[in-house]
Nanobody, 117 residues
Framework: QVQLVESGGGLVQAGGSLRLSCAAS????????MGWYRQAPGKQRESVALMSSGGAPTYADSVKGRFTISRDNAKNTVYLQMNNLKLEDTAVYYC???????????WGQGTQVTVSS
């Protein structure tokens, strides 16, 4: 079992920035594909930023150029830097760990991001 704990959410004005953190209870490097998802009110959960096994991360079109996913392997922590936030970015953001080669996914409890005008 992998426990994921998100933090860093909050209320920000449009155009502002926020940095989310996801701390994993065990090592994740090379074992899990880490990513960030979000779910806005009345909408389906969508992927926002996903790590790649051997290349550049992938991003949803709606956040390209504004969001950056990164990680600190030594700390077993994944980050999501969100810049130039827009109203439509308002959602609960979830950290995800997908175990390579399996159908197993782990999810954090979510952290609320609210962007105001």
């Amino acid at each position: 079992q992998v426990q994921l704990v998100e933090s860093g959410g909050g209320l920000v004005q449009a155009g502002g920035s926020l940095r989310l953190s996801c701390a994993a209870s065990t090592t994740i490097f090379s074992i899990y594909r880490m990513g960030w998802y979000r779910q806005a009110p009345g909408k389906q959960r969508e992927s926002v930023a996903l790590m790649s096994s051997g290349g550049a991360p992938t991003y949803a079109d709606s956040v390209k150029g504004r969001f950056t996913i990164s990680r600190d392997n030594a700390k077993n922590t994944v980050y999501l830097q969100m810049n130039n936030l827009k109203l439509e970015d308002t959602a609960v953001y979830y950290c995800n760990a997908f175990r390579w080669g399996t159908p197993i996914n782990y999810w954090g409890q979510g952290t609320q991001v609210t962007v105001s005008s």
